[in-house]
């Protein structure tokens, strides 16, 4: 069963600041990765994926990484802005997603 | 990408009652698949719903409780049988769209579901 270990489980900053978020898989055999946003009530937002077969994949301010041998993926978010504020969720697909508790974002203006 | 639509976005149940919960998605998709978000827990998922056979349910879910429909290529539903206040939760569906290369995922808005 694929486990999943996202840290840090919350962080604040100011605005400005760039954001590292980890995470951490058990089982190696994946298809791709999928980066999620989820604010407060709501449903989640895909906002990367990266292929099994990539170390990398960007959109706009946002970075992902992964380093399937090693289990591991992070999320770089450049100039945080408050609208950043908001709950991320990463999943690894072996078939289906398994998802990790998150990293509660706040970005102080 | 896919847009994804679920009914209701949320209501208020008494104990003993089943709620169905309704998604609907602007494209054909392949695979659909049924979430669970306790209060302040992660996505746990209930179940793949297939296109005209059986749902595959996880372990710790089973269709007396969570019985599943999908009688097309855009639409799914997921009812919630003989609910308690256990049950309190944000349900969401999620979707792949046909042809996706990658199996990305999209996910619907969730529906709140609060048990008296």
């Known amino acids: 069963k694929q486990e999943v270990t996202q840290i840090p489980a919350a962080l604040s900053v100011p605005e400005g600041e760039n954001l590292v978020l980890n995470c951490s898989f058990t089982?190696?055999?994946?298809?791709?990765l999928q980066w999620f946003r989820q604010d407060p009530g709501k449903g989640l937002t895909s906002l990367l994926l990266i292929q099994s077969s990539q170390r990398e994949q960007t959109s706009g301010r946002l970075n992902a990484s992964l380093d399937k041998s090693s289990g591991r993926s992070t999320l770089y978010i450049a100039a945080s802005q408050p609208g950043d504020s908001a709950t991320y969720l990463c999943?690894?697909?072996?078939?289906?997603?398994?998802f990790g508790a998150g990293t509660t974002v706040t970005v102080r203006a | 990408s896919a847009v994804i639509s679920q009914k209701p976005s949320r209501d208020i149940c008494q104990r003993g009652t089943s709620l169905t919960i309704q998604c609907q998605v602007d494209?054909?998709?392949?695979?659909m698949f049924w979430y669970r978000q306790q209060p302040g827990q992660s996505l746990t998922l209930i179940a793949t719903?297939?296109?005209?056979?059986?749902?595959?349910?996880e372990s710790g879910f089973v269709i007396d409780k969570f019985p599943i429909s999908r009688p097309n290529l855009t639409f799914s539903t997921l009812t919630v049988s003989n609910m308690s206040p256990e049950d309190s939760s944000i349900y969401l569906c999620?979707?792949?769209?046909?042809?996706?290369?990658?199996?990305?995922?999209?996910f619907g808005p969730g529906t709140r579901l609060t048990v008296l």
């Open positions: 089982d190696s055999a994946i298809y791709n």
């Open positions: 999943a690894p697909n072996d078939y289906k997603l398994s």
């Open positions: 999620s979707a792949n769209p046909w042809g996706s290369p990658y199996n990305e995922q999209f």
């Open positions: 494209s054909q998709v392949t695979m």
């Open positions: 719903a297939n296109q005209g056979s059986e749902a595959t349910y």
